[in-house]
């Protein structure tokens, strides 16, 4: 796991994906977190792995689909093997309840009379979330500020003090702090509305073409056997359909992959043709 313990959803899912197999198998399976440079010193020590099937990395998009674009890496991300999708989930704009905004217009009024100034939190930068936030500021038209954090915990309570006024979330660890009034959801990245959040607009709305999603995927080590990489997406597509692993994943407000290697593979190759343009198009760089 490539992001500190207690960070967040991708955690959470690998530790419980971990308590599972524990039992079902009858010897340990731990979750091993290597934070850094959002997510990419975990990758490299998992690439450099045997391919044996003991180590596994459980990551969120950017290690595999953005930091390639923006930065010189120790390792390929696409020589990954992908095993499959672990859970996919919307993600939200929230705000501090210290911003005076209510919606996305209100937010790219704020963001152009005060440019600049606009504190953006992030899951670090070259994150989806750093993504997100900086292809909505080239969409918008306005200069942000961006904070990273380590983890989606965090950067919730930095907002919720108000040392930053918005954060692209994913929805699984926004939810709670929306529903308890420590933060508010301006509005969702999906491409429709969320049921979990009635009457809270997409961002496509006053933005068209803005869509995109929070993921974690299942990769082995490079080399790693096509007939071993295909019975561990079986065991855990199966942990996915247990009820206990349904019901964590539904309380983190995400939808269970299952995927086939083949189909994990084509939807990380897509994921990041589609950053790699937008980081070209809206500029973006790691500084």
């Not at 990954?80 to 911003?99: D, Q």
Request: with cysteine; charged share 15%.
């Amino acid at each position: 796991m490539n992001f500190p313990a207690g960070s967040g959803t991708a955690d959470a899912v690998a530790r419980a994906l971990g308590e599972y197999f524990t039992r079902k198998w009858g010897q340990p399976v731990t979750v091993d977190n290597v934070p850094g440079s959002t997510g990419v010193v975990g990758a490299s020590a998992a690439y450099r792995a045997p391919p044996d099937g003991y180590t596994l990395l459980v990551t969120p998009a950017g290690a595999l689909t953005v930091a390639q674009h923006l930065q010189t890496l120790d390792y390929d991300p696409d020589r990954f093997v992908p095993i499959t999708m672990l859970e996919t989930s919307p993600i939200v704009l929230v705000a501090s309840p210290h911003l005076s905004v209510n919606n996305i217009a209100e937010l790219i009024a704020y963001a152009r009379a005060h440019s600049g100034q606009l504190r953006v939190a992030n899951h670090g930068i070259g994150s989806s979330s750093h993504l997100a936030a900086q292809w909505f500021a080239s969409l918008a038209q306005i200069q942000i500020f961006n904070v990273p954090f380590r983890g989606s915990v965090a950067g919730l309570r930095a907002l919720g003090d108000g040392r930053v006024d918005v954060f692209f979330d994913n929805l699984g660890s926004s939810l709670q702090p929306i529903r308890n009034g420590e933060v508010k959801a301006l509005a969702v990245a999906s491409a429709k509305p969320e049921p979990l959040l009635a009457n809270v607009p997409t961002i496509a709305e006053n933005l068209p073409g803005f869509a995109t999603l929070s993921w974690v995927a299942l990769v082995a080590p490079p080399d790693t056997s096509p007939s071993l990489v295909q019975w561990l997406s079986e065991q855990f597509a199966q942990a996915l359909r247990e009820p206990q692993i349904e019901k964590t994943l539904a309380d983190l407000a995400c939808e269970p992959g299952g995927w086939t290697p083949q189909a994990t593979a084509a939807f990380i190759r897509k994921e990041s043709e589609r950053w790699k343009s937008v980081i070209r198009e809206a500029k973006i760089s790691v500084q």
